[in-house]
């Protein structure tokens, strides 16, 4: 039998109980899940490694058909009354752990959003809506790509089912799971971006017009204003002028870049990293690791990484194989980086380029954030588990170690000297970060707002109109009057499971500045101490808890966008 008809069998079981408990409903589930969790794991990911072709689309098979069960399932009207009758019973929900009293909440929540709550009529409605919805994106994008034909729609599709499910906007609906929690929560802090990244924005753009200007005058033509279209050529041809990064590759050999990380993140969690001599792999490339406590007694889990290029595999990206998780005994989690670096020649090692070098330290980063996780549940365990707009927050630290001179001084060595980084390359290279950011940000706040101000409300709207002057009037830049439809060709706002969500990269960046500049680089810290307490308070939780709670705990306060701020260089707060 599959897991997929053991799975079945077993939700058919849990459906018909009378009088359902935690233990004889919900544990169930637990347990069928923490049993095949590594297999379907490891089939996923067979797709991005494997040498063989018919590996690789066999595991694709595999993948369709579990995220086609794992549909299905949430549909089961049947089983979501069986799991809301244990939500519903306060005096068994009181009784429950804290993990386990979260897991019952998500659970009803999950099946919920899925529509299993409505009456069978309504439910029939919310199928017509979803399969409408999937067939005018798929619609929309074929004509995009064509040009020929036109679509015409409204938000009423995605509204219609928001309020079908008990909520007032879609995006009501789509942030509720989230780290926000409502679109008020997410607006606020776009505004106080806005409003302090404007000066800041404000300057950037006179040094973009000058450039125009002097282009203009050159050619012997009058400049009538700087619009969307110049955008990119002179914020390029501006940081062109101010810094190159190509020079910097010689002090990032791949060796070099890993073993230092490595040690990095030693020191910041407490951990101990050995290299298995001759392991059963994939493949001749690939190395593998043991993770232990700093004291070398306690085991921790494994990792592997796969980082040169090789026919069919995937870019770079971190996959959980086996999550650990607390049953009678610990399962030991088992995690994989792959990348797909060029192969190093003979005498010369792999030179990385700086950015390289900082998406390396953010996925490393998620491998630790998935060995490192401490959860009785393996639902639970590691990135899978976390909010979209907070999954990104402990990367994004890590990625941003990468700009701090104290830490680069503890990366980068010459490849052939073994001289570290001069400190002028790394004071140009943190000017070249900053180059631009006012208007770069303020156009991801614009785009944030703007998709909100769509999603969440029920106004009628033209799209393309209210695009147009946002775009004014939040990034600085004007569109110049055209008819374009510019908004067409951004995805992120057509496909109904994005929609309402262009916000949460911001919010992960906000959070993880206020992380970085408040804990780990404020003068006279000790990074291991704070390193082991955010190890404690956050990455061990994974998703077992809400993750505003685990970052103000850290914080000793609610995060804010202060440090954020100040790192951009906008500092009228």
């Not at 089939?43 to 369709?64: C, P, Y």
């Amino acid at each position: 039998m599959t897991m997929i008809s053991k799975e079945r069998l077993l939700l058919d079981e849990i459906a018909t109980i009378e009088t359902p408990t935690f233990k004889t409903a919900i544990a169930p589930i637990v347990d069928i899940y923490n049993s095949h969790e590594p297999e379907y794991s490891i089939n996923r990911f067979l797709q991005h490694v494997s040498t063989e072709k018919e590996v690789r689309d066999a595991s694709t098979e595999s993948e369709t058909l579990e995220e086609s069960f794992k549909a299905e399932t949430l549909l089961r009207r049947d089983v979501y009354k069986t799991i809301r009758a244990v939500y519903d019973n306060e005096e068994e929900m009181d009784g429950l752990s804290d993990e386990n009293k979260r897991l019952v909440q998500q659970m009803e929540l999950e099946y919920r959003r899925k529509g299993a709550a409505l009456s069978e009529d309504e439910f029939n409605e919310l199928t017509k809506l979803n399969l409408k919805l999937e067939e005018l994106e798929v619609s929309f994008q074929r004509n995009i790509d064509s040009r020929d034909e036109k679509t015409m729609f409204t938000r009423g599709e995605l509204e219609e089912k928001a309020k079908l499910l008990g909520y007032e906007t879609h995006a009501e609906y789509a942030l509720e799971p989230h780290m926000a929690k409502t679109p008020q929560a997410a607006y606020d802090m776009l505004a106080e971006l806005r409003k302090n990244l404007t000066e800041l924005g404000s300057k950037e753009l006179e040094q973009l017009e000058q450039l125009k200007r002097s282009d203009m005058h050159a050619v012997g033509k009058i400049y009538e204003g700087f619009f969307e279209w110049d955008r990119s050529f002179y914020a390029n041809k501006l940081s062109n002028q101010n810094f190159s990064t190509s020079n910097l590759r010689c002090y990032f050999s791949l060796p070099q870049v890993i073993r230092n990380m490595f040690e990095l993140y030693q020191t910041l969690f407490g951990v101990t990293i050995v290299e298995m001599e001759n392991p059963r792999v994939w493949h001749e490339d690939v190395e593998m690791y043991e993770l232990w406590e700093a004291d070398k007694e306690t085991f921790v889990g494994h990792f592997y990484t796969d980082f040169f290029h090789r026919p069919g595999k995937s870019r770079i990206s971190v996959h959980n194989i086996r999550s650990g998780y607390n049953d009678e005994t610990r399962q030991y989690p088992v995690c994989a980086i792959v990348a797909c670096f060029a192969k190093p020649e003979p005498n010369t090692p792999v030179l990385l380029h700086h950015t390289e070098v900082e998406m390396l330290m953010g996925e490393l980063g998620r491998v630790f954030q998935n060995m490192l996780c401490k959860t009785k549940l393996a639902k639970f365990h590691g990135c899978k588990a976390l909010e979209q707009d907070f999954v990104e927050t402990p990367i994004q630290i890590l990625k941003d170690f990468m700009w701090s001179p104290h830490i680069l001084d503890k990366i980068a060595r010459h490849y052939k000297t073994g001289e570290s980084i001069p400190h002028d390359l790394v004071q140009q290279l943190q000017a070249a970060k900053s180059n631009g950011a006012g208007l770069s940000y303020l156009r991801q706040v614009f785009l944030a707002m703007y998709d909100l101000a769509i999603y969440n409300s029920a106004d009628t709207v033209d799209a393309n109109t209210l695009f147009n002057s946002m775009n004014t009037d939040i990034s600085l830049i004007s569109c110049g009057g055209t008819r374009t439809f510019v908004v067409a060709k951004l995805g992120y706002f057509i496909k109904h499971t994005l929609a309402s969500k262009y916000y949460a990269h911001l919010w992960s960046q906000v959070n993880s500045a206020d992380i970085l500049h408040s804990c780990f680089l404020k003068d006279g810290i000790d990074m291991s101490e704070v390193g082991m307490a955010f190890r404690t308070i956050v990455l061990e939780a994974g998703g077992s808890k809400d993750s505003m709670d685990g970052l103000s705990m850290f914080l000793g306060r609610e995060p804010n966008t202060r440090a954020f701020l100040c790192s951009l260089g906008a500092n009228s707060i």
